[in-house]
């Protein structure tokens, strides 16, 4: 199985900024589409941010224009960097291919993001 480590989160002020980390155990250019979720209690887990294989993104609509994602193929690591945040930001955040769980991925631990007002 290929692992999945979320890192970087925490408590951050209204407007503040954050880099999230994933790191994979495999190959993440054999996986292709990468994407960053985050699932915010009482709510159903939410593709936020997206990167193909070619660089390519896209984001959410309630991410677009704050959210930033990139990917090191070099160092199988996808980022995350998130800014102007919001406390409707608030989540636990994790990443995963696009579609979740391709070449035997599992969901990790994910990593806390709080914002307060």
């Known amino acids: 199985q290929v692992q999945l480590v979320e890192s970087g989160g925490g408590l951050v002020q209204l407007g503040g900024s954050l880099r999230l980390s994933c790191a994979t155990s495999g190959s993440i250019v054999s996986i292709g589409a990468m994407g960053w979720y985050r699932q915010a209690p009482g709510k159903q887990r939410e593709l936020v941010a997206v990167i193909l294989g070619d660089g390519t993104t896209n984001y959410a609509d309630s991410v677009k224009g704050r959210f930033t994602i990139s990917r090191d193929n070099a160092k199988n690591t996808v980022y995350l960097q998130m800014n102007s945040l919001k406390p409707e930001d608030t989540a636990v955040y994790y990443c995963?291919?696009?579609?979740?769980?391709?070449?035997?991925?599992?969901w990790g631990q994910g990593t806390q993001v709080t914002v307060s007002s």
């Open positions: 995963n291919s696009v579609p979740p769980l391709k070449k035997n991925l599992t």
